[in-house]
């Protein structure tokens, strides 16, 4: 008889909590830096349950997913852009850019032409019907991360915003770093 599993498929809650007292003491097994390990770790949940939220409320009622809505979201700060540098603003593979993009396409919320200035480079756009969207969802979007962090009080969302940025440069640099490297 197989083993059961030790962490849910389908509940992202319930296996953060199985996951992150097994993964501790594994830490504290391999003498991994707990304080360095739980940073990244918390980072990963957040991202991940913040997702969940955002993908089974306010995104659900639009079906698009996160990286759908930032797509949307760049094309509408950005203006028109290359697909390659949608993917970049996206956090994700051009490969996996292509298949969100003709998603997006299908359902009228973007368009892509040819570059005049590069046959090969694809630019894509915001659609009327993209812009409204967007901003039908991005207000409601706005209160999952209001009720997210209001426990915090002004003070404490601006320091961790300003925590989180100070990582996500220290993430920059390291990561330019190793690309200079030939990483």
Not at 100 to 129: K, M
């Amino acid at each position: 008889m197989a083993e059961q599993s030790r962490t849910s498929l389908t509940d992202p809650l319930e296996a953060r909590h199985g996951i992150e007292q097994r993964g501790v003491a594994l830490a504290r097994e391999l003498g991994i830096d707990q304080s360095s390990f739980q940073v990244a770790s918390n980072l990963h949940w957040t991202f991940t349950l913040m997702k969940a939220l955002f993908e089974r409320g306010p995104l659900a009622e639009e079906r698009l997913s996160m990286s759908g809505f930032v797509a949307l979201w760049a094309l509408r700060v950005s203006g028109e852009m290359e697909g390659r540098e949608v993917a970049a603003e996206v956090g994700i593979a051009r490969s996996s850019f292509s298949g969100l993009a003709n998603r997006l396409e299908q359902r009228g919320l973007i368009q892509r032409r040819q570059s005049p200035n590069d046959g090969r480079a694809v630019l894509f756009s915001l659609t009327e019907q993209g812009r409204v969207v967007l901003e039908r969802v991005w207000p409601e979007l706005n209160r999952c991360e209001q009720q997210l962090s209001e426990h915090l009080g002004p003070d404490g969302r601006r320091e961790l915003a300003d925590a989180l940025r100070s990582v996500a440069d220290q993430l920059t640099t390291l990561l330019r770093d190793e690309a200079a490297a030939g990483g």
